[in-house]
């Protein structure tokens, strides 16, 4: 009996392995894609003692490359209500040659900040040459 639920076992995982389809329709011409690495929507709290906050966004690109890249990030304007004054980084960032990884730093700024929490979303620019990955959801507000 022993033997016939191992023979049995193993005809199972040879169908299962088997049966398995292959990724020939993968598109191996695909362009790389960079995308900010945060993983959760983030919300920052400016009042009058604390009216500006700076930090470090960390973003991935899927390719290394041998030479230096750079990158275009943008404001989503169908997703963002805040006003440009309240906010700053800088538009273009540099992945150095054999890196896949990098930080924007972005600086928050209570200048016109409503008192209920608004959304800024930055991307990637995407181009012929880079796919833009994962957006960053910031909230905004004044707590004054």
């Given at each position: 009996?022993?033997?016939?639920y191992i023979l049995?076992?193993?005809?199972?995982?040879?169908?299962?392995?088997?049966?398995?389809?292959?990724?020939?329709?993968?598109?191996?011409?695909?362009?790389?894609?960079?995308?900010?690495?945060?993983?959760?929507?983030?919300?920052?709290?400016?009042?009058?003692?604390?009216?500006?906050?700076?930090?470090?966004?960390?973003?991935?690109?899927?390719?290394?490359?041998?030479?230096?890249?750079?990158?275009?990030?943008?404001?989503?304007?169908?997703?963002?209500?805040?006003?440009?004054?309240?906010?700053?980084?800088?538009?273009?960032?540099?992945?150095?040659?054999?890196?896949r990884t990098g930080?924007?730093?972005?600086?928050?700024?209570?200048?016109?900040?409503?008192?209920?929490?608004?959304?800024?979303?930055?991307?990637?620019?995407?181009?012929s040459e880079v796919?833009?990955?994962?957006?960053?959801?910031?909230?905004?507000?004044?707590?004054?």
């Amino acid at each position: 009996m022993k033997k016939a639920y191992i023979l049995i076992s193993l005809i199972i995982v040879t169908l299962f392995v088997s049966s398995c389809d292959t990724y020939e329709d993968y598109d191996k011409e695909r362009s790389p894609v960079i995308g900010f690495t945060l993983g959760v929507d983030f919300e920052i709290a400016l009042s009058e003692s604390n009216p500006l906050i700076d930090f470090p966004i960390p973003y991935f690109v899927s390719e290394a490359s041998s030479s230096d890249r750079t990158f275009q990030v943008v404001v989503v304007a169908d997703e963002t209500e805040v006003a440009p004054e309240n906010y700053s980084f800088d538009a273009s960032v540099i992945v150095p040659a054999n890196e896949r990884t990098g930080t924007l730093l972005f600086s928050a700024m209570n200048i016109s900040l409503p008192d209920e929490f608004a959304p800024l979303t930055l991307a990637f620019e995407e181009t012929s040459e880079v796919t833009s990955g994962a957006r960053l959801n910031l909230f905004l507000r004044s707590s004054d």
